[in-house]
């Protein structure tokens, strides 16, 4: 069946860089962009940015470009996303999601997300 | 950016009731709006898109709809299932935003 399976959840100092990947099967990795998606505690979701597995290009929303970086191995058909210059306020669980056609931007299928803890 | 205000923000019901959750975007998107289920520990799950069709495998008790900027999300019959967190999002214009999200407990 069509999955996305992510790494584990981490725990970072403030001023680290965390990488979480998302391993996809049961569809055409390259056909679909992913799309990475957060949530801290209390918070709504918040889109981060995507990438297009076929190209390597990317799109990243403005409150994380300069400080995130989403990258791709079609080979294992895997996405990464990896978040620099950690604050506290980064603590969320980071969810991967895979866009359900052409670049409609809304996600059919999700990771099982990461949590990733910012703590010094 | 858009902003997508849902309400309530949380609601009660018991089994077997209808409830409706509102999302109101600040301008136009169009028909782009999907919403999501979302319960504690779980991937969200995707039940609407382009705001009133229905994804694969999602039971028929939910449905959307659209007046302008104002989306609705009605869940006929309650399960005990059903109980979790809603949320709405715009896919019109980038960045691609989400409501604040609708906590649907069992009354």
Redesign the interface.
Known sequence: QVQLVQSGAEVKKPGASVKVSCEASGYTFIAYYIHWVRQAPGQRLQWMGWINPNSDDTNYAHEFQGRVTMTRDTSISTAYMELSRLTSDDTAVYYCAKDRGKQDNIFDIWGQGTMVTVSS | DIQMTQSPSSVSASVGDSVTITCRASQDISR?L?W?Q?KPG?????LI?AASSL?SGVPSRFSGSESGTDFTLTISSLQPEDFATY?C?Q?NS????????TKLEIK
Request: aromatic residues 32%.
């Open positions: 782009w999907a999501y979302h779980k991937a969200p799950q995707l898109y994804q949320y999002q896919a980038f960045p691609y935003t989400f409501g604040q999200g």
